[in-house]
């Protein structure tokens, strides 16, 4: 498939072309596996199929899904989540966090070693309500099985790895059972709006505004932000900014990836 053949079918379903372009080629392969698998020989006749078929248009949507993630992506951001987020909500009941786009659990187990060390820090520390999901049920199998090669640990600070992994063969780690209790996984599709209601803290990084182009992040993100509480917390991504069209979030607190809700 080439570059143009790639673009008629972003511009199709309002997928970014900046958000595809570095990982073209591992997702071009994808869709032309598909293509074959369909004796589908033009794109036209591969978009005529998927406009007929929600399952197949289903599949379509788990071959565009690109799961790159890491342990403590964004390192600075983690630090200042236990240093300035956390502890303003030590004053409520209970904590709710909404992992959108978790692909296959990297960012949900690093915020629970991040309130592990929260809770041995503070007193008091409120019951954590955690919901992960992902439109792709492979990569949530995966999170819930919890085993990582060291690719995903690269930026895994030394010191949690002996008291958060399990060393098993073929040079792989499995998260110790301790860090997968409280938390939800879903199949969810985010353009189907928000999962959770009354959310302290909503992360949505790198997926629904570095994949879609504007006129599908615009509402959705709109959609998804009505499940977030006032004073809520959103975090997106590092190469990642809100569009300007959403007026709801107050920017500068404490880090660029972080929003506050109005
Ligand atoms: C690059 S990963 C990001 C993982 C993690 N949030 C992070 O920042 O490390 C993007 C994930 O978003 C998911 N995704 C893409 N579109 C989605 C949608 N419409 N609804 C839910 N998840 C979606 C993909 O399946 C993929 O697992």
Redesign the pocket.
Known sequence: MNDYEFRKILDHFSYSWSGYRKVRKGVKKRLTHHMVQLDCGTVDGYLDLMARSLPLRHEFYRIM??????FF?DKAMWQMLVQDILPCLLSEKEVRVWF????SG??VYTFQICWDTFKGQHKGVPELRAVA????PY?IRRALDGIYTETSLKEMPYDFMASCFLGIRGRKYAVKESLKKRILWVV????KGPLVRGCHIL?I???LLT?YREEIKVPILENILEGVVPDGYVII?GHERIPDSITGLRSGVCHPCVYQKI
Request: overall charge negative.
């Open positions: 899904s690109v799961p790159i993630s890491r992506r959108t786009g978790c692909a990297e960012e999901s992902d439109l792709n990569y969810h599709d985010n353009l992360f990084r790198n997926s994949y991504g």
